[in-house]
C-alpha cells in the first residue's frame, strides 16, 4: 500500500472550514484514498473514500487532486466535535486490511 | 441496523493467563479485521479473517490467534499474556467485493494485564 503524509496537528475555530491534507505521492492507479477518524479511545469512524473524482456526503468533502499525489478533506462546518485524529489512508479497497499511520490531530477551538 | 458489537468492553487478566475477545461484524459483512492500538501508540494491524479462512496476519507473535464462525463473527485469543499486551483491541468489519467498500469499526475491548 502507498505510504501518506500528514501534518502531526492542526487547529480550527469552531464553526469554520477545516481542510487536512494528505500527501499520497506513489498511489497506484487502483488504490483508494480512505479518511477516517478516532474521537479519544474510541473505535475509528469512517468518514468518507475516493479513486479518482471528488466526492461528498453528509459528513465531508474529499478533494482529490489530477495527479492523484495529495488530497484534502473538507469538514464544512467544524464543531467540537469534530476533535479528534484524523487518517488519511491509501488502500486497494476491500480486499486488504487498512494500515493506519500517525493521523493528524485536528482539535476545534471554541 | 446494529453496527460491529464486541465483548466484553473491559477485561482484566493476569500475566500468563489466555483472555478471548469476542467481535460481531455488521450483519451481510464476511470480513474481520482486528487492530490493537496500546495507550498512546497508533492501530497496529493483527488479523484478517473472511469466509472463515485467515486471509493475513500482521507482525505478532503465534500467542495471538483467533478464528472466524459460519456466522461470520470471530475470537481473538491471546495466550500467555504479557504486560504488553494492555491495550485497546479493535475489532471492524467490511464486505468482501472487488469494489471498495468501507470498513466499520467497533468500541473495542480494554484489555489490562496486570
Known amino acids: 500500500d502507498a505510504k501518506t503524509t500528514q501534518p502531526t496537528s492542526m487547529d480550527c475555530a469552531e464553526g469554520r472550514a477545516a481542510n487536512l491534507p494528505c500527501n499520497h505521492s506513489t498511489i497506484s492507479g487502483n488504490e483508494y484514498v480512505y479518511w477516517y477518524r478516532q474521537i479519544h479511545s474510541q473505535g475509528p469512524q469512517y468518514i468518507i473514500h475516493?479513486?479518482?473524482n471528488n466526492e461528498t456526503n453528509e459528513m465531508a468533502s474529499l478533494i482529490i487532486t489530477e495527479d492523484r499525489k495529495s488530497s484534502t478533506l473538507i469538514l464544512p462546518h467544524a464543531t467540537l466535535r469534530d476533535t479528534a485524529v484524523y487518517y488519511c489512508i491509501v488502500n486497494l479497497g476491500s480486499a486488504r486490511q487498512l494500515t493506519f499511520g500517525s493521523g493528524t490531530q485536528l482539535t476545534v477551538l471554541p | 441496523e446494529a453496527g460491529v458489537t464486541q465483548s466484553p468492553t473491559h477485561l482484566i487478566k493476569t500475566r500468563g493467563q489466555q483472555a478471548t475477545l469476542r467481535c460481531s461484524p455488521i450483519?451481510?459483512?464476511?470480513?474481520v479485521y482486528w487492530y490493537q492500538q496500546a495507550l498512546g501508540l497508533g492501530l497496529q494491524f493483527l488479523l484478517w479473517?473472511?469466509?472463515?479462512?485467515?486471509?493475513n496476519r500482521g507482525n505478532f507473535p503465534p500467542r495471538f490467534s483467533g478464528r472466524q464462525f459460519p456466522n461470520y463473527s470471530s475470537e481473538l485469543n491471546v495466550n500467555a499474556l504479557e504486560l504488553e499486551d494492555s491495550a485497546l483491541y479493535l475489532c471492524?468489519?467490511?464486505?468482501?467485493?472487488?469494489?471498495?467498500?468501507?470498513?466499520?469499526f467497533g468500541q473495542g475491548t480494554r484489555l489490562t494485564v496486570v
Open positions: 450483519s451481510g459483512h464476511t470480513s
Open positions: 475516493g479513486l479518482k
Open positions: 471492524a468489519s467490511s464486505l468482501r467485493d472487488r469494489g471498495s467498500s468501507e470498513a466499520f
Open positions: 479473517y473472511d469466509e472463515g479462512e485467515e486471509r
